[in-house]
């Protein structure tokens, strides 16, 4: 469907290979610093390159790949701090919980005792488990979990199911998919069944959670993946300046129907809550309006070169640009630090009017104990 044959094309592949999107990932989920409380004993993460903070084994991102982040913190697939640790900290943590793999028994004490959280999210990973055949699929991620709370309850810790139900799921996935099901050229007649297929996988996880004793999740949707430098890149190889509509109009799908089976979920599971944060909506919306968002360039990659940063890879030793906070994406799939901070902060406190958030915002995910409202509505509209 489109011509992916670029002069970067391989390298493009494999940095998709191992990421996507907009959203984040950390390493030390302490409570910040002096006497700030979080508002949740814990934060599991799971998902792709969005919320990876260090679970790729052997590859793991370089400079200038975070070039922003304080010394001494594992390079995210941004500039600086990604969805997760920018999510995190808003709920009082310093950053995102460390990464699953780099956990030791020394840095493991609080997490046993249920504080603090895991991130088990990892680049390239997919809802589907045959997405760029990825080492940690969501499955696996959430196998991790339960090892984690096997182990959890193996140490002794009491309350530990209070202390889950509390905590903030966390889960941003599927942009891979996305690329994946493109670049793979399946036709729009495949629509229906890839997104069944994501849909039937992803509550299959979402329930697995909630019976190892998770009821807050906070769902981050997937980004308009057509709008990406690397999308936008392959389109003016034809001339054209736009996003990509078919790539969108698959993550809209997804997006619209993931809404719909989180609300009959929430409907049929006792004490189930739940937000969607849309990715897609947020950039959607900084791409539409740049300077009202503080943007000066929602179309290139800060870090690249040439025709929409796409022309250089980012790379050690390649040109960023001079100011990383007025660019929308950092490479060519991945968002700035600047994004993603904008972004949890409309998905954590925005007035759920405005979108970006349904059916209700992370703040109230985690502060009311109602039922999730409107659940019921959204089932009967
Ligand atoms: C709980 O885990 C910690 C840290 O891994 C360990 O030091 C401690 O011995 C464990 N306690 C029990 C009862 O297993
Ligand atoms: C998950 O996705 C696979 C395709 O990768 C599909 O065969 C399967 O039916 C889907 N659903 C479940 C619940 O496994
Ligand atoms: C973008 O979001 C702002 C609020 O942050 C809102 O005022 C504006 O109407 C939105 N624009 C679009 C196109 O969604
Ligand atoms: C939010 O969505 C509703 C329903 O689709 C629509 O009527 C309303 O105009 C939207 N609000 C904004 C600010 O875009």
């Not at 919306?285 to 800060?302: I, L, R």
């Not at 906070?325 to 405005?354: M, R, Y």
Request: proline residues 6%.
């Amino acid at each position: 469907m489109m011509g992916v044959r670029v002069a970067t094309g391989k390298a493009l592949m494999i940095l998709v290979a191992v990421s996507i999107i907009c959203a984040g990932g950390g390493v030390v989920a302490s409570p910040a610093a002096a006497e700030e409380v979080p508002l949740v004993p814990a934060v599991y993460v799971f998902g792709d390159s969005t919320m990876d903070v260090g679970n790729l084994g052997n590859f793991t991102p370089s400079p200038p790949y975070g070039v922003d982040l304080p010394l001494g913190i594992v390079p995210r697939f941004s500039n600086g701090y990604n969805m997760a640790d920018s999510i995190s900290r808003l709920l009082g943590f310093d950053m995102s919980p460390p990464a699953y793999l780099s956990l030791t028994p020394e840095t493991s004490v609080e997490i046993l005792k249920g504080l603090g959280g895991v991130n088990y999210a990892s680049g390239g990973s997919g809802i589907l488990d045959i997405t760029h055949n990825a080492d940690l699929p969501l499955s696996k991620q959430v196998e991790y979990f339960a090892a984690t709370k096997a182990k959890m309850i193996e140490n002794g810790t009491v309350d530990i199911d209070a202390l889950l139900s509390k905590s903030l799921f966390l889960i941003s996935d599927g942009g891979n998919d996305m690329f994946d099901f493109i670049f793979k050229g399946r036709s729009i007649f495949e629509f229906p069944s890839f997104h069944r297929d994501l849909l039937s996988n992803y509550t299959k996880y979402v329930q697995t959670l909630y019976g190892l004793g998770a009821r807050r999740f906070g769902l981050i949707d997937v980004p308009p993946v057509g709008c990406v430098p690397m999308m936008r890149y392959i389109l003016s190889k034809a001339g054209l300046d736009m996003c990509e509509r078919v790539a969108n109009g698959l993550a809209e799908g997804f997006n619209k129907k993931l809404s719909i089976e989180m609300a009959k979920l929430a409907h049929s599971l006792p004490g189930m809550r739940y937000s969607v944060g849309s990715s897609y909506k947020l950039v959607t919306n900084y791409t539409a309006h740049p300077e009202a968002a503080g943007f000066d360039d929602v179309k290139s990659a800060c870090c690249g070169g040439g025709m929409f940063g796409m022309e250089t890879l980012c790379v050690p030793d390649v040109t960023t640009c001079p100011n990383h906070d007025d660019h929308l994406f950092w490479d060519a799939v991945h968002c700035t630090q600047a994004t993603s901070n904008k972004g949890a902060e409309a998905i954590f406190a925005a007035p759920v009017g405005l979108n970006f958030t349904a059916p209700i915002n992370f703040k109230q995910l985690l502060l009311d104990d109602q039922p999730t409202p409107s659940a019921v509505n959204l089932l009967t509209s």
